[in-house]
């Protein structure tokens, strides 16, 4: 029974996870007792993740930030004290407005954030507007999804969607770099309904993940190789006639052009010697995808993050039009769902205040731009939120080396003390998603959601927004600009038309999740109409041509490829894929007590042949590394990968692990082919016994 003082509120998990789920905190004498997923809310149906269920445990852990700190030891060495918000406030507005008074101007500023929220107001309102106003370099956010981003837009005009409520009406489930088990445990839950009636569930990935362990069927392709197979798979359709030749004849462009292409270009003697898999499996797999319509390709970021992601991308998307798989009910193909949300957010975000010709830097390249390897003026000060690129950008070493730069000014505003927070000048406390306004949309759902403030922020943490508010306000900068509420911003953001139209903030507060408008069980494709250049389906393109790229879909090898760069391969041998741990959110999460438990030690699986031909033994403790750096794991053999490709997850705060250096130790900053995204997955390393006498040394 609720007495006077129990309350219960209705938010949204925060977090990058397509799921967005709805949750019910139940608060006793202003504190938050209790966390549940939201029954009413028809995706989440009152089930949360491992990491979300131990929220309260986030929200209370005895590290939060309580309030601002200036640094007082060298960087890096976790040593800060105590400041005001007055003198914190005081001491970045004055040194932001002196490097826009300095001769390398308003761009020596670079702000960095990435998916910490996924709130409309907290991740992308007033921080833009400032650093916009003020004219601060441009961050392209190309480190999750951008490779897939354009390779689906080429193909489709768009992202791949479909309703994810269809995937019930499926037969066949394909998840493709994508482990649904654990990343999109909503969506998992739906395919397992569609087994029940019969769907056959198969995953496409080179490590026997959780998801794939759970399948009817795991192919473990070689690392970096999809669009290989995807054109093999192909191959077998074209030649054996298993083509919807009307399908292709109506609303696809170049299906011509593709057959001759995937006929003579890709064989599968050449497919299984790209992709390590039998020429049996790949006809196999391409006669059930042919033949077991409706299917539901479930397209996630794996295979996204090799140097042909995009192209990967851009080809995978290809076969649901080859089969005319979008026209059944449960058929087609699901990257992202986030198109729909009409969001308006040029008045939210104003980029029109950003002066023409303001450079932008890729965040891939943050070790690039601190260690001032791009073209425009140096980065004088990175101002940090939502974000902590000291644990999850690739190329560690580097970018902790540009993170020590005496002459960097670093101000980092989060929950907790990160990695990147410790090399920080000036350390911000932040407010949870249970201390603040926000609203969702989602990238795996079709629904808005307002976030109510349940309360009142920990300590003298301050939400994002706030603190643009007073930067803004000690810099002079118009009032008009940033005198406007939480509540006020997500009016405007709201006001975008459309599949958003009729929706307020009064109606979400009343009614809880409210579904975008869009037709019932949309199949946004099931009579074409793709917004390309041609209207058609793309298999030939102009746009990937002007890219500098074949137009027809094809495969590119990864950076780090054992086929095509042996010298390289014949010092690190081995394919490293570092996917996210389950009990961690990228970074977040990774100092949760429990949570931690639950990731027990840093582990890398590698096949019995590689562990015996290199002397290694189980549970041995091992070194991982390139030209690039080294950390340490604990040696697990497994049947989990096959020889030639090790596995190792991530992302551990480095600070917490042995040498102060996580998986990104390892990896490059190598770009995708396609819009710039990080190629964390392709990245060659070897493996031997940690002998602790010759690290010291190093
Ligand atoms: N628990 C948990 N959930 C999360 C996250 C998290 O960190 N933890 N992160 C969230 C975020 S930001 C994102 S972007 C999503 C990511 O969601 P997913 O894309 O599902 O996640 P990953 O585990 O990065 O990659 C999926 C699988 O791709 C495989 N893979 C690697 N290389 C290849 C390849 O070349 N080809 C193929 N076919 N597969 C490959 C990996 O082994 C991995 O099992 O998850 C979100 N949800
Ligand atoms: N090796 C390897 N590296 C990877 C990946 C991988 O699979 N392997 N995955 C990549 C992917 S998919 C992604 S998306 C990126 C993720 O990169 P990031 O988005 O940087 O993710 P997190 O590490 O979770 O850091 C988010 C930070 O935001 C903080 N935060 C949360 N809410 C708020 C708020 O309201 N205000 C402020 N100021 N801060 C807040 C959190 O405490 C946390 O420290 O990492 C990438 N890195
Ligand atoms: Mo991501």
């Not at 731009?369 to 974000?387: K, Q």
């Not at 006001?495 to 979400?508: I, N, Y």
Request: aromatic share 8%; charged share 20%.
């Amino acid at each position: 029974m609720a007495d006077a003082t129990t309350r219960t509120i209705r938010g949204v998990c925060p977090h990058d996870c397509p799921d967005a789920c709805g949750w019910v905190v139940t608060v006793r004498d202003g504190r938050a007792v209790r966390l549940a997923g939201d029954p009413g809310h028809p995706m989440t149906r009152g089930f949360l993740c491992q990491k979300v269920a131990r929220y309260l445990e986030r929200v209370y852990h005895a590290d939060r930030l309580t309030t601002p700190l200036r640094r007082v030891g060298p960087k890096g060495s976790g040593k800060f004290r105590d400041i005001t918000w007055d003198e914190a406030i005081a001491e970045v507005a004055n040194r932001f407005q002196s490097l826009v008074d300095s001769p390398d101007g308003p761009q020596s500023i670079l702000p960095y954030s990435y998916g910490g929220t996924m709130g409309e107001i907290q991740s992308g309102s007033l921080d833009r507007r400032f650093f916009h106003r003020i004219g601060a370099s441009l961050l392209d956010r190309t480190i999750c999804a951008t490779a897939g981003t354009v390779g689906c837009d080429l193909t489709l005009g768009t992202r791949a969607f479909v309703d994810p409520f269809q995937v019930v009406n499926a037969k066949l489930i394909l998840n493709w770099g994508s482990n649904t088990s654990v990343t999109n445990s909503h969506l998992w839950a739906l395919m397992h309904e569609a087994r029940k009636t019969g769907a056959v569930i198969v995953t496409i990935d080179p490590y026997r993940s959780p998801t794939a362990a759970r399948s009817d069927w795991w192919i473990p392709i070689r690392p970096g190789t999809d669009a290989a197979l995807a054109l093999g798979m192909m191959n077998v359709i074209f030649r054996d006639g298993l083509q919807d030749q009307d399908y292709i004849d109506r609303y696809c462009l170049g299906g011509q052009e593709l057959r001759e292409h995937v006929l003579n270009n890709y064989p599968l003697p050449r497919v299984a010697s790209i992709t390590g898999l039998s020429e049996n499996d790949i006809e196999k797999l391409a006669r059930m995808y042919a033949t077991d319509n409706p299917t539901f390709l479930r397209l996630n970021y794996g295979l996204q993050r090799h140097r042909g992601g995009g192209m990967a991308v851009r080809t995978v998307c290809c076969l649901p039009s080859v089969t005319g798989a979008w026209k059944y009910p449960g058929g087609g193909a699901l990257l992202s769902t986030s198109k729909n949300y009409p969001w308006n957010r040029a008045a939210l975000q104003r980029p029109d205040l950003s002066p023409p010709g303001t450079r932008t830097i890729n965040m891939v390249q943050l070790a690039e731009a601190l260690l001032g390897e791009l073209p425009g003026p140096p980065v004088r000060s990175l101002y940090v939120y939502n974000a902590n690129p000291a644990s999850v950008n690739p190329d560690q070493n580097r970018i902790i080396r540009g993170l020590l730069r005496e002459d960097l000014f670093t101000i980092v505003h989060d929950q907790f003390l990160t990695d990147t927070a410790r090399y920080s000048d000036i350390v911000l406390p932040a407010t949870t998603q249970f201390e603040h306004f926000d609203i969702l949309g989602s990238y795996g759902h079709l629904f808005v959601q307002t976030n109510e403030k349940a309360i009142d922020p920990i300590g003298e943490s301050k939400p994002n927004t706030e603190v643009f508010r007073l930067l803004a306000q000690a810099m002079n900068l118009e009032p008009e600009l940033f005198e406007i509420t939480d509540e006020g911003l997500a009016d405007i953001a709201l006001s975008g038309t459309g599949a958003m139209a009729g929706m307020s903030r009064e109606s979400l507060r009343h009614s809880g999740p409210k579904r975008l408008q869009l037709p019932d069980m949309f199949q946004p494709f099931a009579e074409g109409g793709f917004p390309t250049p041609s209207g058609k389906c793309e298999f030939v393109s102009d746009r990937s041509a002007a890219l500098g790229f074949n137009s027809l879909p094809d495969y590119v090898p990864p950076a780090e490829d054992p086929q095509t760069k042996p010298e390289l391969a014949r010092r690190f041998p081995l394919q490293l894929v570092t996917p996210p741990l389950p009990a961690i959110l990228n970074s977040t999460f990774a100092n949760v007590p429990s949570l931690r438990e639950a990731a027990g030690p840093q582990q890398i699986e590698l096949s019995r042949s590689d562990a015996e031909s290199r002397g290694l033994r189980e549970a041995m403790v091992v070194r991982v590394f390139n030209d690039r750096g080294a950390f340490q794991a604990r040696l697990s053999i497994s049947e989990n990968v096959s020889p030639g490709t090790a596995v190792s997850l991530g992302c551990r705060w480095a600070v917490d692990m042995p040498d102060g250096r996580n998986v990104n130790a390892t990896t490059a900053t190598t770009l995708t082919d396609f819009g710039g995204g990080a190629t964390f997955f392709d990245n060659l390393v070897q493996v031997e016994e940690f002998k602790p006498d010759r690290e010291a040394s190093r």
